[in-house]
């Protein structure tokens, strides 16, 4: 098996995600797989599937999202969680990753699921831990079970198979990513994986948020699949099935200048841009959370094009097949 080789010569724990780079698309094609698999099993059975296993969840950022879905997903089938946040453990009095870590397994943890602001955190924390490490966010790197859930809304939204993908999955689809590229972790896993199913991926954003190096992020795209920059949000819209707002994240503008009325007019995502400018039925993405009123219209978040809430729920889904894979419990349990 592909993923347990890799992960072996890596030097960490079979069934860990850290990044979507080296993640095959039969790999993605079995985690969609499962988590169709986990979707419709009745609640009861679904319980027992990580029954008396052990997650920990290490948050060294905030999250709502994330974290939450995590956690219930673990909780929904079975298996017992902690929750280690750096503002009130021993985080806070300077103990370091690795000695969190190692109490973390030494207290019974099989799994970590890490957020933390430094960019290949997980990476080190499966190597020090020997133990199945999920990236749930590392700094301005990667997100890459976010990807995978982005994936799943896309595919049903846009009327494809979601139980399955291949090289050519989304060939002609085209998905707009507009805001602050330079910054997000959720726009590098999804430039990173969407061109090797097949996608145009074009990148939108004034300079200072999207330089010119985040092209680099194409450099894996197999056949079919391409990275772009389209500066004009209007002239990217328009050939848009897909269109990905982000966040502006201010926590990592440091000293950046950024006029916030002329981006709102400029990048907006409003009710009349969306009208006007995108085909009908262009779906509507944010990986949350959103600020109403800058990067898009309260009315487009709430709107019948917005896939929103469908990415949270999704979030949930897709966790639970990763937890499952994690710790390998398909064998005995599925
Ligand atoms: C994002 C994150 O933390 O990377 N949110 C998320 O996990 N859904 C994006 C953000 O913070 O803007």
């Given at each position: 098996?592909?993923?347990?080789?890799?992960?072996?010569?890596?030097?960490y724990?079979?069934?860990?995600?850290?990044?979507?780079?080296?993640?095959?698309?039969?790999?993605?094609?079995?985690?969609?797989?499962?988590?169709?698999?986990?979707?419709?099993?009745?609640?009861?059975?679904?319980?027992?599937?990580?029954?008396?296993?052990?997650?920990a969840?290490l948050?060294y950022?905030?999250?709502?999202?994330?974290?939450?879905?995590?956690?219930?997903?673990?909780?929904?089938?079975?298996?017992?969680?902690?929750?280690v946040?750096?503002?009130?453990?021993?985080i806070?009095?300077?103990e370091s990753l690795k000695d969190t870590g190692l109490t973390l397994r030494a207290l019974?943890a099989?799994c970590i699921i890490l957020?933390h602001?430094?960019?290949?955190a997980p990476e080190l924390l499966a190597r020090m831990t020997g133990l199945?490490v999920?990236?749930?966010?590392?700094?301005?790197?990667?997100?890459?079970?976010?990807?995978?859930?982005?994936?799943?809304?896309?595919?049903?939204?846009?009327?494809?198979?979601?139980?399955?993908?291949?090289?050519?999955?989304?060939?002609?689809?085209?998905?707009?990513?507009?805001?602050?590229?330079?910054?997000?972790?959720?726009?590098?896993?999804?430039?990173?994986?969407?061109?090797?199913?097949?996608?145009?991926?074009?990148?939108?954003?004034?300079?200072?948020?999207?330089?010119?190096?985040?092209?680099?992020?194409?450099?894996?795209?197999?056949?079919?699949?391409?990275?772009?920059?389209?500066?004009?949000?209007?002239?990217?819209?328009?050939?848009?099935?897909?269109?990905?707002?982000?966040?502006?994240?201010?926590?990592?503008?440091?000293?950046?200048?950024?006029?916030?009325?002329?981006?709102?007019?400029?990048?907006?995502?409003?009710?009349?841009?969306?009208?006007?400018?995108?085909?009908?039925?262009?779906?509507?993405?944010?990986?949350?959370?959103?600020?109403?009123?800058?990067?898009?219209?309260?009315?487009?978040?709430?709107?019948?094009?917005?896939?929103?809430?469908?990415?949270?729920?999704?979030?949930?889904?897709?966790?639970?097949?990763?937890?499952?894979?994690?710790?390998?419990?398909?064998?005995?349990?599925?």
């Amino acid at each position: 098996m592909v993923r347990g080789a890799e992960a072996v010569s890596a030097g960490y724990a079979a069934g860990s995600l850290l990044s979507v780079v080296g993640l095959p698309v039969a790999e993605v094609s079995r985690i969609l797989q499962m988590t169709a698999q986990l979707e419709r099993m009745p609640l009861r059975e679904k319980a027992e599937v990580l029954r008396g296993r052990r997650v920990a969840l290490l948050f060294y950022e905030s999250s709502t999202r994330t974290r939450t879905s995590f956690e219930l997903a673990a909780k929904g089938l079975g298996a017992s969680t902690t929750l280690v946040s750096d503002k009130s453990s021993s985080i806070e009095k300077g103990e370091s990753l690795k000695d969190t870590g190692l109490t973390l397994r030494a207290l019974g943890a099989e799994c970590i699921i890490l957020r933390h602001n430094a960019s290949g955190a997980p990476e080190l924390l499966a190597r020090m831990t020997g133990l199945p490490v999920l990236n749930a966010g590392d700094g301005m790197h990667e997100h890459p079970s976010q990807a995978l859930l982005d994936l799943r809304t896309m595919l049903e939204r846009l009327g494809l198979p979601s139980d399955r993908v291949d090289a050519a999955s989304l060939r002609g689809v085209t998905v707009v990513i507009t805001g602050d590229i330079q910054h997000s972790r959720v726009a590098r896993s999804n430039g990173l994986l969407l061109p090797r199913l097949g996608a145009r991926v074009v990148l939108c954003g004034p300079e200072g948020l999207l330089p010119v190096e985040a092209l680099g992020m194409g450099r894996e795209a197999a056949e079919g699949g391409s990275v772009e920059i389209v500066r004009n949000f209007e002239e990217a819209l328009r050939g848009a099935q897909v269109v990905m707002m982000l966040r502006i994240q201010r926590e990592r503008l440091a000293g950046m200048e950024l006029d916030l009325t002329e981006y709102t007019e400029l990048y907006q995502l409003s009710e009349e841009r969306l009208r006007r400018c995108a085909p009908e039925g262009a779906v509507v993405m944010h990986p949350g959370p959103m600020i109403r009123g800058l990067e898009i219209a309260g009315a487009v978040a709430d709107g019948p094009q917005s896939a929103i809430e469908r990415q949270v729920r999704n979030g949930l889904e897709i966790r639970s097949a990763l937890l499952v894979r994690a710790l390998d419990a398909t064998a005995q349990n599925m």
